[in-house]
């Protein structure tokens, strides 16, 4: 699962991608700078960019997978996992991801 950020007929849309991979969570910048993606993450209501970290809303996050109970479990997993490197909020809200820049 990513946070793609890319340039869409002229304007700069952040979207979730991949939701089914909850292995290698991460935001992608394709093409933009840093401000305009940062300021995408924000209009899309995703969460918001800190250096080379976004923080990602775990509500969006989850709302973009498919519902099952099998997903759900694995989604609650990721969490549990970036929880205990301490790559959460402490209200478990945003989970912090890395940034790639293309």
Same mark, same amino acid.
């Given at each position: 699962?990513?946070?793609?950020?890319?340039?869409?007929?002229?304007?700069?849309?952040?979207?979730?991608?991949?939701?089914?991979?909850?292995?290698?969570?991460?935001?992608?910048?394709?093409?933009?700078?840093?401000?305009?993606?940062?300021?995408?993450?924000? =209009? +899309? *209501?995703? $969460?918001?960019?800190?250096? !080379?970290? @976004?923080?990602?809303? /775990?509500?969006?996050?989850?709302?973009?997978?498919?519902?099952?109970?099998?997903?759900?479990?694995?989604?609650?997993?990721?969490?549990?996992? =970036? +929880? *205990?490197? $301490?790559?959460?909020?402490? !209200?478990? @809200?945003?989970?912090? /991801?890395?940034?790639?820049?293309?």
């Amino acid at each position: 699962m990513y946070v793609l950020v890319a340039a869409d007929g002229g304007e700069v849309l952040a979207t979730i991608a991949d939701a089914e991979n909850l292995k290698q969570l991460h935001a992608e910048f394709r093409g933009v700078d840093d401000d305009v993606a940062a300021a995408a993450i924000a =209009a +899309a *209501g995703l $969460g918001t960019v800190d250096g !080379d970290y @976004a923080w990602l809303d /775990a509500a969006a996050l989850q709302a973009a997978g498919d519902s099952s109970a099998e997903w759900t479990a694995r989604f609650d997993g990721m969490l549990a996992y =970036a +929880a *205990g490197k $301490g790559w959460t909020s402490a !209200d478990g @809200a945003r989970v912090r /991801a890395h940034i790639v820049r293309s």
